[in-house]
Each structure stands twice: as C-alpha cells, then as structure tokens.
C-alpha cells in the first residue's frame, strides 16, 4: 500500500474559496512535500515542509505538518479557476532521503 | 532548459514484447526516478537511483528493470509486457542529497494489448 493517502479524494469549491485537502502518512519522514498535476500533465511541485518545521507559506499556498499525527494539510486561499488539478502529497521515509512516495492525490475543481 | 526529457510519449505493445523508456534530464541532479500513475492510484514508485552507479527497488518493481546507464540517463525496461503494466509513466530527477524537489517528465502513455 501506499505511503500516503489523500483526503478528500475529490473537492469542489466556487471560485474565492478556500480549499484544503489533507495527507496522512505511515512511517516517520524527513520531508513531506506537495505537488499539484493538471490534466494529462507531470507534475510541478509546490511546497516542502521538513520534519521539524510546523507551518510553511509560499503565495497563498500554505502547508502544516503534524509528525505526531502523522499528518499534513495544505490550504489553497482565495481559489482561481486555474487552481483546478490534481494535489498529491510526497513523502521520504527518515533514513532514506531519496526514496520519495506519493499519495493518492485530491482532485479540485474549482468553478468560475 | 529541457529539464527532464522522456521519450517515447507513446506506445502501444502486444503482451509479452519488449520496450525500453528513456529519460534524460540535463540538471546534474544526482537522483532519478521512475513512477507510474494508474486512475485513482496516485503514483508509485518503480525504482530510483541515488546517485550515478546505484539502483534500488520502489513499492512496484516486479516486471521492470533499470539501468543508470550514466548521471544524465535512467532507462527502465519491460522485458515481456504485460496488460496490467498499462499505465502513464512518470521519469523524475531531483537534487537528492537533502530530498529537494523533484523535477517531472511529460509522462509516456503506454498500453499493452
């Protein structure tokens, strides 16, 4: 099974909304990062967050990290149209720096 | 830049042929990665390489091999196709010393009748 899992699978929000989706992991990390996949596309990353940090902004992207909870959520603030994609969440496992997993993803649609 | 480069986009193979994918990326990124995406699986992780000599088994490695054939290349091998390896495959390479952020091929499209 997979590292990570996504949640909710999928989210539809009205333009000027805020999205979040969440990520929950198994094994204790190093890093947790986010990528976002349009459609039919590769994909393009958007944040990493290291073990010991809690909070990272980038834009109106804002990511948290619980290692307790094993657990990581992004937010989206004010959503565009253009927002609309696939988010997947990718982990290392600690001892295993370049061994990178991903989650099953969040897809948003974002409407105009 | 070309960044990471994949080829072919394309393929379609009959059950039990063979087909090499390519990947070349042009960074000097240390570690590379092969991944295939099906619907609702998100992405796993065939193999990957750490560094330019060295090549480790991900979640899903069974029915593929790779070779990293020098620190710009990492082929990944299906020596006789089967239906359930249709999927889009995903190269990627990134920095690797410190997890940094990986950089992702176009994908190749590939079907196996």
């Known amino acids: 099974s997979q590292q990570g899992e996504e949640d909710p699978q999928a989210l539809s929000i009205q333009e000027g909304e805020n999205a979040t989706m969440n990520c929950s992991y198994k094994?204790?990390?190093?890093?947790l990062q986010w990528y976002r996949q349009n459609s039919g596309r590769g994909l393009v990353h958007l944040i990493l967050?290291?073990?010991?940090?809690r909070e990272k902004h980038s834009g109106r992207l804002r990511v948290t990290l619980d290692t307790s909870k094993k657990s990581s959520s992004l937010l989206i603030t004010a959503s565009r149209a253009a927002d609309t994609a696939s988010y997947f969440c990718a982990t290392d496992a600690t001892g295993g720096y370049q061994k990178v997993t991903f989650g099953t993803g969040t897809k948003l649609q974002v409407i105009p | 830049n070309a960044g990471v480069t994949q080829t072919p986009k394309f393929q379609v193979l009959k059950t039990g042929q063979s087909m090499t994918l390519q990947c070349a990326q042009d960074m000097n990124h240390n570690s590379m990665y092969w991944y295939r995406q099906d619907p609702g699986m998100g992405l796993r992780l065939i193999y990957y390489?750490?560094?330019?000599?060295?090549?480790d088994k991900g979640e899903v490695p069974n029915g593929y091999n790779v070779s990293r054939l020098n620190k710009r290349e990492f082929s990944l091998r299906l020596e006789s196709a089967a239906p359930s390896q249709t999927s889009v495959y995903f190269c990627?390479?990134?920095?690797?010393?410190?997890?940094?952020?990986?950089?992702f091929g176009s994908g190749t499209q590939l079907s196996v009748l």
């Open positions: 990627a390479s990134s920095d690797g010393q410190f997890n940094e952020k990986l950089f």
């Open positions: 094994t204790s990390i190093n890093n």
């Open positions: 390489s750490a560094s330019e000599g060295t090549t």
């Open positions: 967050i290291r073990s010991n940090e």
